[in-house]
């Protein structure tokens, strides 16, 4: 459970603006709120059955636009890179380092810090 949690959260930053405002709000309840489907409904004015029907075509949508889209696994993706750029230059580093290379070391630092806000930036994208 905490598995989907974490994903349906994850899905839900990057597409639950596309959802309907009802199913937006259902996913909202449930996955950050924690409120149950009868709370969830009793706030809506809607059965618990209702509340569930919502949830389920909600969470479809949003592994729908996953599937099509790809903007997640992209993101992660990404991030691998960004992180493999980090470790390079790192050794680069090191070696224009114990070699007196101080144009490399310092290009190579660039290239870190560089690396180092996309990764910051990223993340608060992620909110």
Known sequence: MV?????????FDFYGKLLSKKQF???ELYY??????AEIGDELGITKQGVFDILRRAED????????????EKFFSSHDCIRKILEISEEIMDIAEKNH????????LRINEISKEILNDSREVMG
Not at 65 to 72: D, G, P, Q
């Open 25 to 27: 709000l259902v996913i």
């Open 61 to 72: 949508k949003l592994y729908k636009y996953e599937k099509n889209l790809r903007l997640v």
């Open 32 to 37: 950050i709120h924690d409120l149950s489907l």
């Open 3 to 11: 598995e989907k949690l974490v994903e349906v959260g994850i899905l």
């Open 101 to 108: 290379m101080e144009d490399i070391y310092d290009k190579s």
